[in-house]
């Protein structure tokens, strides 16, 4: 067969899906502001306006999409967004040459620090080919999930179904996908040019660049100390969200282990303990907790900008894009809305106390219309599904340690768990490293000069310590993940960026030299997780190939994931022509972790992803059984026959193509379906065979 050149594919697909995405995550966001004067958006410079609407987007399009979806159709949802591109096309036709005025859109180094991003996360995030060997990054086992749903969301609509379970009929997707809608919209929008894929990939290129600029905001809108200011901090905080904590010093140690002849080197620096992701690792791995951040933050911007408004039409017109902002938080991240959710109760009870009377009801009615927004949605993730429950006490574990106490009964529970707590100041120290120390540096400053905090200063402490309570005492358990402790605790990393900065800002003072090299020592290690974390996620499944590091189960049993993987999506691109987009490919269920290569390119339903169908993301548990007893004729465990014929299955199970690889138990058996049955599609990895009338 002819080598393909899936990298410059990927390459080709990503930069198309980046220059479509401004239609949904930059034009919105700038007819809204226009329209509505937020932040006086008229009279801003055109730096201002690209640097509002790009997050202005990012928080409103999301809950936009799904109600015009939920409610109407597709074809409502793109009327939706040709309004909004007619009024903004009509808008800039008019203020063209205030637009391109001569002094610039934007600094050189913010147009340098974008442009590093944008090369950074593409090629983090496209596959790596090596002659006729493919490698897909770390972060693919969690994006090549999000890569099905976005496919679910273009094919099915809203609701979308769970691409993974198909009992005889659709079931309803049970996940906070509402990011995924914009990334459908880009791959509905660059038809076959785009992949869902690469609509993932181009979504967290904005993604970043939504954050980025909203950070500059913040320095503009919330924590201004002045003009003369404003752009050294505004860069400060772009390139602090570039650092992570200590997360290098455990992760040498885990090459020295390595050295050792142990199994040592993760595929992520950040896993080695009970995850306090930094932004970077956010953006790459799962670009949605990203946006919803972002979302959470636009509508605190906004909420705080409100109060101030004299006019009764303009305060209920913040609230609207407030309620709408929070609305697309709740459906693109539960858990950063969960958390960010109690940090405005406690500041509303905290306006109320102090008599802010209409801020209070600023922030009460923008939360009452938020969950009347997120209702109807909120309302679809019932029902039966697999997984626990949504927040139960746990202190945050201490890995390191808790690594002592395996083996032991579940008596020593308690034991644990004291442990753990008397672990928090160094388990905070290693995962927030350089922020952690700033945040110390600042409130000894602070108490040292005896004034009252500032309501943006207040703010800012109430958001790090509502975060910090709840990621540290509680956690999630729908998966096995604490996504609850790792994906609140963004809302307290933001807050002590902002105070980080403060800090950075001080340094050529005579008060800012008081340690000052620890500071730096801490900010340079940080900087070094940060490199680490972008190319151990590139390289892994390269080095796992070569046998410098263990494989995982998600990755290849063996050190051939290179040439299977460059197999298997030979074989995806093969189906993608081959069989309509409403097809049904089932490979086999039995997983020791997941078929991330099949989740990855297959852009199909699949009937079974795993042993348990995925019912996590939706679908009835009790319905999967069948299914999976059915599989079992040929998809046998190991030691078992598997049938010789398809003919049994294709009749009991509405599947369309059936796939099979050789690690499948059912391969080495030359008197299996796999090599009794002819293939539609075949290579020395992967043999596909139809199954079904189509």
């Given at each position: 067969?002819?080598?393909?050149?899936?990298?410059?594919?990927?390459?080709?697909?990503?930069?198309?899906?980046?220059?479509?995405?401004?239609?949904?995550?930059?034009?919105?966001?700038?007819?809204?502001?226009?329209?509505?004067?937020?932040?006086?958006?008229?009279?801003?410079?055109?730096?201002?306006?690209?640097?509002?609407?790009?997050?202005?987007?990012?928080?409103?399009?999301?809950?936009?999409?799904?109600?015009?979806?939920?409610?109407?159709?597709?074809?409502?949802?793109?009327?939706?967004?040709?309004?909004?591109?007619?009024?903004?096309?009509?808008?800039?036709?008019?203020?063209?040459?205030?637009?391109?005025?001569?002094?610039?859109?934007?600094?050189?180094?913010?147009?340098?620090?974008?442009?590093?991003?944008?090369?950074?996360?593409?090629?983090?995030?496209?596959?790596?080919?090596?002659?006729?060997?493919?490698?897909?990054?770390?972060?693919?086992?969690?994006?090549?999930?999000?890569?099905?749903?976005?496919?679910?969301?273009?094919?099915?609509?809203?609701?979308?179904?769970?691409?993974?379970?198909?009992?005889?009929?659709?079931?309803?997707?049970?996940?906070?996908?509402?990011?995924?809608?914009?990334?459908?919209?880009?791959?509905?929008?660059?038809?076959?040019?785009?992949?869902?894929?690469?609509?993932?990939?181009?979504?967290t290129v904005w993604c970043g660049l939504g954050f980025m600029a909203l950070i500059a905001l913040y320095f503009r809108l919330f924590a201004y100390r002045g003009p003369a200011s404003f752009r050294r901090r505004a860069l400060a905080g772009v390139l602090l969200a570039g650092v992570t904590g200590l997360d290098i010093l455990p992760t040498a140690l885990l090459w020295v282990l390595q050295a050792a002849g142990m199994h040592g080197v993760l595929p992520s620096g950040e896993w080695?303990?009970?995850?306090?992701?930094?932004?970077?690792?956010?953006?790459?791995?799962?670009?949605?907790?990203?946006?919803?951040?972002?979302?959470?933050?636009?509508?605190?911007?906004?909420?705080?900008?409100?109060?101030?408004?004299?006019?009764?039409?303009?305060?209920?017109?913040?609230?609207?894009?407030?309620?709408?902002?929070?609305?697309?938080?709740?459906?693109?991240?539960?858990?950063?809305?969960?958390?960010?959710?109690?940090?405005?109760?406690?500041?509303?009870?905290?306006?109320?106390?102090?008599?802010?009377?209409?801020?209070?009801?600023?922030?009460?009615?923008?939360?009452?219309?938020?969950?009347?927004?997120?209702?109807?949605?909120?309302?679809?993730?019932?029902?039966?599904?697999?997984?626990?429950?949504?927040?139960?006490?746990?202190?945050?574990?201490?890995?390191?340690?808790?690594?002592?106490?395996?083996?032991?009964?579940?008596?020593?529970?308690?034991?644990?768990?004291?442990?753990?707590?008397?672990?928090?100041?160094?388990?905070?120290?290693?995962?927030?490293?350089?922020?952690?120390?700033?945040?110390?540096?600042?409130?000894?400053?602070?108490?040292?000069?005896?004034?009252?905090?500032?309501?943006?200063?207040?703010?800012?402490?109430?958001?790090?310590?509502?975060?910090?309570?709840?990621?540290?005492?509680?956690?999630?358990?729908?998966?096995?993940?604490?996504?609850?402790?790792?994906?609140?605790?963004?809302?307290?990393?933001?807050?002590?960026?902002?105070?980080?900065?403060?800090?950075?800002?001080?340094?050529?003072?005579?008060?800012?030299?008081?340690?000052?090299?620890?500071?730096?020592?801490?900010?340079?290690?940080?900087?070094?997780?940060?490199?680490?974390?972008?190319?151990?996620?590139?390289?892994?499944?390269?080095?796992?190939?070569?046998?410098?590091?263990?494989?995982?189960?998600?990755?290849?049993?063996?050190?051939?994931?290179?040439?299977?993987?460059?197999?298997?999506?030979?074989?995806?691109?093969?189906?993608?022509?081959?069989?309509?987009?409403?097809?049904?490919?089932?490979?086999?269920?039995?997983?020791?972790?997941?078929?991330?290569?099949?989740?990855?390119?297959?852009?199909?339903?699949?009937?079974?992803?795993?042993?348990?169908?995925?019912?996590?993301?939706?679908?009835?548990?009790?319905?999967?059984?069948?299914?999976?007893?059915?599989?079992?004729?040929?998809?046998?465990?190991?030691?078992?026959?598997?049938?010789?014929?398809?003919?049994?299955?294709?009749?009991?199970?509405?599947?369309?193509?059936?796939?099979?690889?050789?690690?499948?138990?059912?391969?080495?058996?030359?008197?299996?379906?796999?090599?009794?049955?002819?293939?539609?599609?075949?290579?020395?990895?992967?043999?596909?065979?139809?199954?079904?009338?189509?």
């Amino acid at each position: 067969m002819p080598l393909h050149h899936f990298m410059l594919a990927d390459i080709a697909g990503s930069l198309l899906s980046v220059c479509l995405f401004p239609l949904f995550v930059l034009v919105p966001g700038y007819a809204v502001a226009w329209l509505t004067g937020l932040f006086e958006f008229r009279r801003r410079t055109a730096a201002f306006q690209l640097a509002l609407s790009v997050p202005l987007s990012i928080a409103l399009c999301p809950a936009a999409t799904y109600l015009a979806g939920r409610f109407g159709s597709k074809s409502a949802v793109w009327c939706l967004y040709a309004a909004l591109w007619g009024y903004a096309l009509a808008v800039l036709v008019g203020r063209v040459r205030r637009v391109w005025a001569p002094a610039g859109l934007m600094p050189r180094t913010a147009i340098a620090s974008l442009a590093v991003w944008m090369a950074v996360a593409i090629l983090s995030l496209v596959d790596l080919q090596i002659g006729g060997r493919a490698y897909f990054p770390a972060a693919a086992f969690d994006y090549s999930v999000r890569a099905q749903f976005i496919h679910s969301i273009a094919a099915t609509g809203i609701p979308p179904a769970n691409p993974f379970f198909f009992p005889g009929h659709p079931v309803p997707l049970r996940y906070h996908y509402f990011w995924l809608l914009l990334c459908a919209m880009v791959q509905l929008a660059g038809g076959g040019l785009v992949s869902a894929r690469h609509a993932w990939i181009g979504g967290t290129v904005w993604c970043g660049l939504g954050f980025m600029a909203l950070i500059a905001l913040y320095f503009r809108l919330f924590a201004y100390r002045g003009p003369a200011s404003f752009r050294r901090r505004a860069l400060a905080g772009v390139l602090l969200a570039g650092v992570t904590g200590l997360d290098i010093l455990p992760t040498a140690l885990l090459w020295v282990l390595q050295a050792a002849g142990m199994h040592g080197v993760l595929p992520s620096g950040e896993w080695w303990n009970e995850q306090v992701d930094g932004f970077v690792y956010t953006a790459l791995w799962e670009s949605h907790y990203l946006s919803g951040l972002i979302a959470c933050l636009m509508a605190f911007l906004v909420l705080w900008q409100a109060a101030g408004q004299p006019a009764m039409g303009a305060r209920l017109r913040y609230v609207l894009l407030a309620s709408l902002a929070l609305a697309s938080a709740a459906g693109a991240s539960v858990y950063v809305a969960f958390v960010f959710a109690i940090f405005l109760l406690v500041w509303t009870a905290a306006a109320l106390a102090q008599r802010r009377w209409r801020e209070a009801a600023v922030l009460v009615a923008a939360g009452l219309a938020g969950l009347a927004f997120v209702l109807p949605f909120a309302l679809s993730l019932r029902g039966a599904a697999q997984g626990g429950p949504f927040v139960e006490f746990r202190i945050r574990q201490f890995f390191p340690l808790d690594a002592l106490f395996q083996g032991q009964t579940i008596g020593n529970r308690w034991v644990r768990a004291l442990a753990d707590g008397l672990a928090l100041p160094l388990n905070y120290f290693l995962e927030l490293g350089f922020f952690l120390a700033a945040a110390l540096v600042w409130w000894k400053r602070y108490r040292a000069s005896r004034q009252v905090l500032t309501r943006a200063e207040a703010a800012t402490a109430l958001m790090i310590s509502t975060s910090v309570v709840i990621c540290t005492f509680l956690r999630s358990s729908v998966i096995g993940n604490n996504d609850l402790g790792w994906r609140g605790f963004l809302i307290a990393q933001f807050g002590l960026l902002l105070l980080a900065v403060d800090v950075v800002s001080d340094w050529g003072t005579e008060a800012g030299r008081d340690r000052r090299v620890f500071l730096t020592v801490l900010l340079v290690l940080g900087a070094a997780g940060s490199v680490y974390e972008i190319a151990i996620n590139r390289f892994y499944p390269l080095l796992a190939d070569r046998g410098t590091v263990a494989t995982v189960s998600w990755l290849a049993p063996d050190r051939q994931a290179g040439k299977r993987n460059y197999a298997v999506r030979e074989a995806a691109e093969w189906a993608a022509g081959a069989a309509p987009g409403d097809a049904i490919i089932q490979f086999n269920p039995h997983t020791a972790s997941q078929n991330t290569s099949a989740y990855l390119y297959a852009g199909r339903q699949m009937l079974a992803a795993d042993d348990n169908c995925l019912s996590t993301f939706g679908g009835d548990p009790a319905l999967c059984p069948a299914s999976i007893t059915e599989l079992n004729r040929i998809y046998p465990r190991a030691g078992q026959t598997a049938e010789s014929a398809l003919d049994g299955v294709c009749r009991n199970l509405p599947i369309d193509l059936i796939g099979a690889t050789d690690t499948d138990p059912a391969w080495s058996d030359r008197r299996s379906w796999v090599w009794q049955q002819r293939p539609a599609f075949a290579n020395g990895y992967v043999r596909l065979f139809r199954c079904g009338p189509r």
